[in-house]
């Protein structure tokens, strides 16, 4: 008979790993690995605001923090800029607010827009990345990923213009509608007290198609929209309008967020013409009881009769003249329209329990199920409410991370790169604890760890949990070779790692 101490010494003459005191043996791996033993597994911890990770050291998003309970299904998507040592890079956050992909761009660069939009019937995810300038602009283009995270195609503005940070669209026709960077153009500022032969910055909208880039629309706002309905103090240049979104209205017309002039404009599609204007200075509108906006983002047309917005309250660019900021808070809007009778009406407005005042950027995303998303901009938060205003649940970033808008929707990826894993040993360095990730994988389950003698002499000996982006799984006094499978809730394979030495 085989004392215990035999055993573990074929064992380990077998090249078969010891795990924890005891030996595991092979399991067959023909689809669900049944009867392989359990291993514990744990979440990498998160020290800090950035977010590192062993198997995948190349990474370092910003740190999230998620307060609250019930929230709506799907994933939260941002696009956190550089800060305090995290990278930029599109960011798709759990309900746990752990990651579950990222992708780093370049330092030198900003992202605006991560969301998951539809490219010739099939999700896709977009977003704009480029260079931001000082007066908060940007030049850059459009990326569109597929559901393996690989580049489609990157969409640039045509008549050599360059794409702005504040809108990138696609629409179900296959095209682009986005802000491009604007033009400076000599102006008369009289009309804002402003000298006559002065220079303001001109938005210009563009839709082009996807494919093969021919501009279908371009829109110039001084042909349609003077500098006299700018709340800006005249300065030079002076950005008098500054439009930071576009959406498609029901009718199939533009419906455009104007920051400069507290007002949204409806645009037609052919012509570009001015059909309506909700605010400003030449409301078509009558705006009842806390009904008026300010310095606003995000203005979307979800029906005939409804208008959402965020409504910041504040500005940036405070010229000492107190305009910037003309609210204590911002908020989300949601407004009863009447296109017909041209009223307008405050039917609910999101706060946050604890004031927030956003001086830039914000986003305002109804759900499915009757939720709301509210991305606060400027301040890194990003908060899910109920229909009837009741705070459900925060997502923080760091003090120092900002993104322009967040949203939330359902994605399914299968990434096109493999598993990536490592090893460290315990502060004693006899104990071994295998890392394990699978960047923006969402069908990602459980991990089977696979060990050995030699790399193609590998079998099943325990199944792991996964546990947020990085699974820490203790496996003991292991030598030998390693390798895991990324297994989804059915215990079906999905893709294997690189096989290392330990």
């Not at 509108?285 to 965020?310: C, M, R």
């Not at 923080?396 to 322009?404: A, C």
């Not at 089977?448 to 006094?477: D, H, K, M, N």
């Amino acid at each position: 008979m085989l004392t215990r101490r035999r055993l573990l010494t074929r064992a380990g003459a077998a090249g078969i790993a010891v795990l924890g005191g005891a030996v595991l043996g092979a399991a067959g791996l023909g689809g669900r690995a049944k009867g392989v033993p359990r291993l514990r597994s744990y979440r990498s911890v998160v020290d800090g605001p950035v977010r590192e990770f062993v198997s995948r050291s190349d990474l370092r998003p910003p740190a999230a923090i998620a307060t609250g309970g019930a929230v709506a299904s799907g994933y939260v998507f941002l696009g956190p800029g550089a800060s305090s040592g995290s990278q930029a890079g599109p960011l798709l956050l759990d309900a746990a607010a752990e990651p579950v992909w990222f992708q780093p761009i370049s330092r030198a660069l900003w992202l605006s827009n991560v969301r998951r939009s539809q490219y010739r019937g099939e999700p896709v995810l977009t977003w704009w990345e480029g260079v931001m300038t000082v007066e908060g602009f940007g030049r850059g283009e459009g990326v569109i990923v597929d559901t393996s995270y690989r580049e489609m195609a990157r969409v640039r503005a045509g008549n050599g213009r360059q794409i702005d940070v504040h809108e990138f669209l696609l629409t179900p026709q296959g095209t682009a509608l986005f802000v491009c960077y604007p033009d400076s153009v000599p102006t008369d500022l009289s009309a804002l007290g402003g000298p006559q032969n002065g220079t303001v910055q001109q938005s210009v909208i563009q839709e082009v198609d996807v494919r093969s880039g021919q501009v279908l629309f371009e829109w110039r706002s001084l042909e349609h929209i003077g500098v006299e309905e700018s709340y800006q103090r005249p300065a030079t240049p002076l950005d008098y309008i500054h439009i930071n979104s576009i959406a498609v209205a029901p009718d199939g017309n533009l419906l455009v967020s104007a920051r400069c002039t507290w007002a949204l404009y409806k645009l037609d599609r052919r012509t570009g013409s001015v059909i309506w204007r909700l605010g400003g200075k030449l409301s078509d509108f009558q705006l009842g009881p806390g009904a008026q906006f300010s310095w606003q983002h995000d203005a979307v047309q979800p029906n005939a009769s409804t208008i959402t917005l965020f409504d910041d309250g504040d500005a940036l660019f405070d010229d000492g003249s107190g305009m910037s900021n003309t609210e204590r808070e911002s908020r989300g809007v949601v407004l009863q329209v009447d296109e017909i009778g041209k009223t307008a009406r405050l039917a609910h407005a999101y706060r946050h329990p604890h004031p927030v005042l956003a001086n830039a950027m914000g986003s305002f995303q109804t759900l499915p199920d009757g939720h709301v998303l509210i991305g606060w901009g400027s301040a890194p938060i990003t908060s899910e409410f109920s229909a009837d205003g009741k705070l459900l649940a925060d997502v923080r970033l760091g003090p120092k991370s900002t993104s322009y808008r967040a949203y939330r929707d359902a994605w399914a990826a299968n990434p096109a790169t493999s598993p990536a894993i490592a090893t460290r040993r315990d502060s004693s360095g006899a104990n071994v604890n295998l890392y394990a990730s699978w960047n923006g994988a969402t069908a990602l389950s459980h991990w089977l760890v696979l060990a050995g003698p030699g790399p193609s002499q590998l079998r099943a000996v325990g199944i792991a949990w996964r546990r947020g982006f990085e699974t820490v799984i203790p496996l003991g006094r292991v030598r030998g070779y390693l390798q895991v499978r990324a297994l989804d809730a059915a215990g079906r394979p999905l893709a294997t790692s690189e096989v290392i030495r330990v």
